[in-house]
Each structure stands twice: as structure tokens, then as C-alpha cells.
């Protein structure tokens, strides 16, 4: 079975401060993908990156960053000098083939809850 | 356009009326979901339709019924729902069913908030 872990419930963090919200993953299969997506109080899921087993680079987009270990089961998400805008609930997901549909599904983690005071 | 729209944002039903959410996007997707989210946990997946075809109902109860008229929109039909069923309704659509282990990103619209008395 499939699983994601993001063993941060909540996190406070002062704004301008560097954050790393945590997840590891439980998976059998040789080729997935791993996302992560941000839910601000408006509820919304907003895409932030989707990566594939295959490639363990590093990527930086602005001021996020992910670092994806396969050796770990790790993909980690920092926030580099926070903004208040940053507020909001983020999950990181694991796809999940779907038997017999061709189709997948996402196993979400429970969700980290940032807040960035000012 | 990368966004997926959803109406109403708010509903609030009894336990008798039926009514239904819409689910648009026009982005070309062939992948529609909808997800159901309570209140600080994590969406949990309901249906999924591959090329207008339902390809995955995950043991949802029979107050819930899909329709998905074509490739763009998709609808969620509302039945002698219960107070358990209050959430947050995503939709949400992705450019491809999985096809060879490539698994694209999904994009979720902003949800409907219901309310069921």
C-alpha cells in the first residue's frame, strides 16, 4: 500500500524565516511521481511541483526549493525567507496507479499547516 | 487558461432537496475528478473520468451521482444527502489519464462548501 508522511501537524515560523515541511513516502512501484500542492484558507489546491522517480535533482523556484532523496523515501519542501502569504496547508501527494482504469490517484499526506506571523 | 471553475462556491441543502455541482475547464483535459475534503484532513478521492467515461468510483454512496455531459464540464448530483456529507467538493481535471506511468499534474478548482442541514 501506498503512503504519505508529513509528521509536522502545524508549524509557526516568524516572517523571513527559512521552513522545511517534511514528507516521506511508502511505495512499491519503480516509477511514480511525487507532487506538492498549497491550500490557502480560500481552499483552493494550488500546484506547486511534480516530480518523477527518476530524476533526484533539486529544484528551485523562487524563493521554494525541493529536495527529493531516493534513498531516504524524502521529498522536502523550504520556503526560503517566508511571507506572510505563505500561510496556508500544504500537502505533499504520491500518485497511485489505478488497476484496470488507466487512470491514477493521489495519496495525500495529512497536510502541514504553516503559518507565517508578521 | 489554466483554471478550473466550480459553482456554486457555497450551497446549503436538506436532507431532501437534490441539487447538483458544476465542474468546468478548458484546458483540453481528458481527466476529470471529483475529491471530497472535510474540515483538516487531506481530499479523499470520490470519482475519476477518463475521455467523458466514468474509470473510477471509489465505493461512494448512491446520493452521489456523476454525470460528465463532455469533455469540459462535469457535474456532481445531489440526493437525500446526509450531515455527514458537509465538506469542501473539489474538482479537478489533469491533461491525460495515466498513460505509461506518466501521471500529470492535477488542477483543482476553488471547491463548493456544503452545507447539509
Known amino acids: 500500500a501506498q503512503k504519505v508522511t508529513q509528521a509536522q501537524t502545524e508549524i509557526s515560523v516568524v516572517e523571513k524565516e527559512d521552513v522545511t515541511l517534511d514528507c516521506v513516502y511508502e511505495?512499491?512501484?519503480?516509477?511514480?511521481?511525487l507532487f506538492w500542492y498549497k491550500q490557502p484558507p480560500s481552499g483552493e489546491l494550488v500546484f506547486l511541483i511534480r516530480?518523477?522517480?527518476?530524476?533526484?535533482q533539486n529544484e528551485i523556484s523562487g524563493r521554494y526549493s525541493w529536495n527529493f532523496q531516493k534513498s531516504t523515501s524524502s521529498f522536502n519542501f523550504t520556503i526560503t525567507a517566508s511571507q506572510v502569504v505563505d500561510s496556508a496547508v500544504y500537502f505533499c501527494a504520491l500518485s497511485e496507479p489505478y488497476s484496470g482504469a488507466g487512470s491514477y490517484q493521489l495519496t495525500f499526506g495529512k497536510g502541514t499547516k504553516l503559518s507565517v506571523i508578521p | 487558461d489554466t483554471e478550473v471553475t466550480q459553482t456554486p462556491k457555497h450551497l446549503v441543502m436538506g436532507m431532501t432537496n437534490k441539487k447538483s455541482l458544476k465542474c468546468e475547464q478548458h484546458m483540453g483535459h481528458r481527466a476529470m475528478y471529483w475529491y471530497k475534503q472535510k474540515a483538516k484532513k487531506p481530499p479523499e478521492l470520490m470519482f475519476v473520468y477518463s475521455y467523458e467515461k466514468l474509470s473510477i468510483n471509489e465505493s461512494v454512496p448512491s446520493r452521489f451521482s456523476p454525470e460528465c455531459p463532455n469533455s469540459s464540464l462535469l457535474n456532481l448530483h445531489l440526493h437525500a444527502l446526509q450531515p455527514e456529507d458537509s465538506a469542501l467538493y473539489l474538482c479537478?481535471?489533469?491533461?491525460?489519464?495515466?498513460?505509461?506511468?506518466?501521471?500529470?499534474?492535477?488542477?483543482f478548482g476553488p471547491g463548493t462548501r456544503l452545507t447539509v442541514l
Open positions: 479537478a481535471s489533469s491533461q491525460e489519464p495515466a498513460t505509461g506511468g506518466n501521471y500529470n499534474e492535477q488542477f
Open positions: 516530480r518523477n522517480s527518476f530524476d533526484e
Open positions: 511505495t512499491r512501484d519503480t516509477t511514480y511521481y
